[in-house]
């Protein structure tokens, strides 16, 4: 069994105010944490990975397919591969959350474009 915890890996900014950790990566699928401080915006980017998650803390409002939906804490999400999405912080709080990819994602290419 492997285990890693958030502040046992490297945390990268891949835009300002927005910060994602690879967490672990199996087979199948590869889990990161993820942070959008007030202001944050992820632009719209897809992959072909599934993408679940859950938002621990905060509010995060999510543009997928011409539509803004608010996701809060304790509230959990699904993407489908290859569907066009970005994020945006639009509070005055931190969100910090975690995403689970399938098939996994073991080397994003994380940056001003993310994919």
């Known amino acids: 069994m492997k285990h890693a915890g958030v502040t046992d890996q490297e945390t990268i900014e891949v835009v300002d105010g927005g910060f994602l950790t690879q967490l672990s990566v199996g087979e199948e699928t590869s889990a990161q944490a993820f942070e959008a401080e007030p202001g944050a915006v992820i632009p719209e980017h897809s992959h072909p990975h599934e993408q679940t ?20 804490p304790e509230e959990s999400f699904v993407i489908p591969g290859g569907m066009p999405h970005g994020m945006e912080n639009r509070s005055e709080t931190r969100v910090f959350g975690i995403d689970v990819f399938s098939p996994a994602r073991p080397d994003p290419e994380w940056g001003s474009d993310p994919k």
């Open 53 to 72: 998650g859950i938002v621990l803390e905060g509010t995060l409002t999510f543009l997928v397919d011409g539509e803004e939906i608010e996701i809060g």
